[in-house]
């Protein structure tokens, strides 16, 4: 089993930044790619970003230029660095892992929530 803990949300002006956290515990091998995910009010969840094992990145294109992830293997941490946030930033933030082999995230943090003021 993985365990996921985010951190970092909190409250941010438009334009500022915010960096948020995922550390990773218990069977960490069995991790494949790993992303983070955010869900606004009234919204469904929707993927932000990934980082594969090899380090390959994803973005959505409403992120694409101002966020960026990053994987510290040795930490077993995943970064997430959202540069000029605007307020439709505003959500919680989930990170989530794929097993080896799933294709889909099977482990979900608890979520941090994110909120992006004008």
């Known amino acids: 089993q993985v365990q996921l803990q985010e951190s970092g949300g909190g409250y941010v002006q438009s334009g500022g930044s915010l960096r948020l956290s995922c550390v990773a515990s218990?069977?960490?091998?069995?991790?494949?790619?790993i992303g983070w995910f955010r869900q606004a009010p009234g919204k469904t969840r929707e993927v932000v970003c990934k980082?594969?094992?090899?380090?390959?990145?994803f973005y959505s294109e409403s992120v694409k230029g101002r966020f960026n992830i990053s994987r510290d293997k040795e930490k077993n941490t995943v970064y997430l660095q959202m540069n000029d946030p605007k307020s439709e930033d505003t959500g919680v933030y989930y990170c989530?892992?794929?097993?080896?082999?799933?294709?889909?995230?099977?482990?979900w943090g608890q979520g941090t929530q994110v909120t992006v003021s004008s």
């Open positions: 980082i594969t094992t090899d380090g390959v990145t």
């Open positions: 218990g069977s960490i091998s069995s991790i494949n790619d």
């Open positions: 989530a892992a794929d097993r080896l082999g799933s294709g889909v995230p099977v482990y």
